[in-house]
């Protein structure tokens, strides 16, 4: 009885954090020192605290918040940010709350995180995927590869037709030299060739028709999802 009891307690607790009380928690947990290795890797500690992604995880765990995920969104916060993806209801997600989040996106990890946690679950995933992938602004771009690569990964449940429409837009988009573009592009087409035989068919094809193309990136792109993808296509056979 003493075990269910303190279950409720904490499941009563965790409903009743608000924003600002779950900001406070992020700053108390915050550690300075690890801005330099967010940098390392690329992350971009522009208004970050320094918080470590399990901490993150450990806040959102047990929440499902629309609201408070919008709240956190609006901090501008690095790691809030994060942790809003991870406790909003992608049921409740409209499509001008994902451009507006889209076009503030400033490092890959958030991108990533909202990308692969939230917006990929969304009913308009697939059709972001689609807009996105033409964008102009790298981390936009980004975003619509990232869900690709994350719906080919997570759900079962959509048809292979989707994933094949992706592969010409893989395709014109290899040209973008771009790190964080180019990396999420082979992020996708890999993805992509390992959901199935007959996608992975597809996606060496299309690694192929890429690695003809007269462009560093497109050739970094083909050959590390051609070097990846063939084991797939040999364990297949």
């Keep these: 009885m003493d075990i269910i009891l303190g279950r409720l307690q904490v499941a009563r607790k965790v409903e009743l954090l608000s924003a600002a009380q779950l900001m406070d928690e992020l700053v108390a947990r915050g550690n300075p020192r690890n801005l330099e290795g967010m940098a390392h890797y690329g992350i971009n500690p522009e208004h970050a605290l320094g918080v470590s992604m399990p901490v993150i995880r450990e806040l959102a765990r047990g929440r499902r918040d629309h609201q408070l995920a919008l709240d956190l969104w609006a901090t501008g916060i690095h790691e809030a940010r994060i942790l809003a993806a991870l406790v909003d209801n992608p049921h409740q997600v409209t499509p001008e709350q994902m451009e507006a989040w889209a076009v503030e996106f400033n490092s890959w990890d958030v991108c990533d995180q909202v990308c692969s946690n939230l917006f990929d679950r ?18 936009v771009k980004r975003a619509g590869f990232v869900l ?13 037709e989707v994933f094949l429409n992706f592969l010409p837009l893989i395709i014109r988009e290899s040209i973008d030299q771009r790190n964080f573009v180019k990396k999420a592009v082979n992020w996708a087409l890999r993805q992509i060739g390992k959901r199935n035989p007959e996608l992975c068919a597809a996606a060496l094809e299309t690694a192929r028709r890429i690695h003809q193309i007269d462009s560093p990136s497109a050739r970094w792109i083909a050959s590390d999802a051609l070097r990846e993808l063939s084991q797939y296509e040999e364990v297949d056979s």
């Design 122 to 139: 969304t009913i308009y995933a697939v059709e972001k995927a689609k807009e996105w992938a033409g964008r102009p602004e790298e981390y």
């Design 148 to 160: 690709m690569a994350a719906m080919a990964r997570r759900s079962r449940r959509i048809p292979d």
